[in-house]
């Protein structure tokens, strides 16, 4: 049995202002929808585990991946740590708005990938955890390629790079 979540704790600004000095990678959350290839940025990306090999990414319950991820059918997914190069796909995959953003796709086995990335993962959806206004994603890694190029860095609300 599990008890409920609790429902107090410091504000949401607060929170975000605290977690916004830990530096992230940033990464594109990619998954097939249909014809459509989709993505989404995320920070709320972890390992879990090398054996054996999870992942985590948290997902809003009010994006549009959200709703993609929680089909039955849909049951791999991708993710892409972006370059210090591709600032832009991430301000694209965002949602900001913005011009419209030159993709680099590639498929790996029918799952849509960011090419130029550091690394790429491909995923099967392992489990979803419900977590306040999030659903955590628990993937099993079954692909997975990366460059020694530097990585995009997320840092205080603003995008950083190494050195």
Known sequence: MTSPAPTEGIPPHEFRQTLGRFASGVT???????P?????????FVSVSLAPPLI???VDHRAGMHALLSREEVTRFGVSVLSATQRHL???FSGRPGPEEAV????HE???LIGGSVAQLVCRKAQAIPAGDHTLYLGLVEYSRYTDDDPLLYFRGQYHELG
């Open 110 to 112: 029918g799952l849509p």
């Open 56 to 58: 985590l990414v948290g």
């Open 104 to 107: 680099s796709w590639f498929d």
């Open 90 to 92: 991430s301000v694209h």
């Open 28 to 34: 594109i959350i990619t998954a097939q929808d249909g």
């Open 36 to 44: 459509e290839r989709r993505g989404m940025t995320a920070t709320a």
